[in-house]
């Protein structure tokens, strides 16, 4: 059974613009029947916006942005990454203290090269 764009918004409960802005975006796929109407199937609809049923069948919208609340199942992803996280904070340190010291190195190095002996008597008379 296909939905209109109107019995579609409806189960989802969203506006048809929205739905029309899926579809022209690509991310909801729905052809046009012969009149020119877009036909949507439920199961994509419901890929795009999920809805549940009630305890009375009706559909009913799944709205809920806020995220999934620490469980056990995720606490040791958590763990993992703030010891990635850590390790990379570690990394990035140890990489700039050891840029300054070449950095150091470098200056140094300079400096050597530089002439430092004193000008001859011929140069300081015509300073060059």
């Not at 203290?97 to 001859?120: F, I, S, V, Y």
Request: charged residues 30%; aromatic residues 4%; positive net charge.
């Amino acid at each position: 059974m296909k939905l209109t764009l109107n019995k579609a918004a409806q189960a989802c409960g969203r506006s048809k613009s929205t739905l029309l802005e899926s579809i022209k975006s690509g991310r909801l796929s729905a052809p046009k029947n012969e009149l020119g109407h877009y036909i949507i199937d439920p199961s994509e609809l419901h890929r795009v916006f999920p809805f549940q049923v009630s305890e009375n069948l009706e559909l009913v919208p799944n709205r809920s942005t806020e995220p999934a609340p620490t469980t056990p199942e995720n606490h040791p992803e958590i763990t993992a990454l703030k010891r990635e996280t850590d390790l990379l904070r570690e990394m990035l340190e140890k990489a700039e203290t050891n840029a300054d010291h070449w950095r150091l190195m470098a200056e140094r190095q300079q400096a050597l090269l530089e002439d430092k002996r004193p000008k001859g008597f011929l140069k300081k008379l015509f300073g060059r």
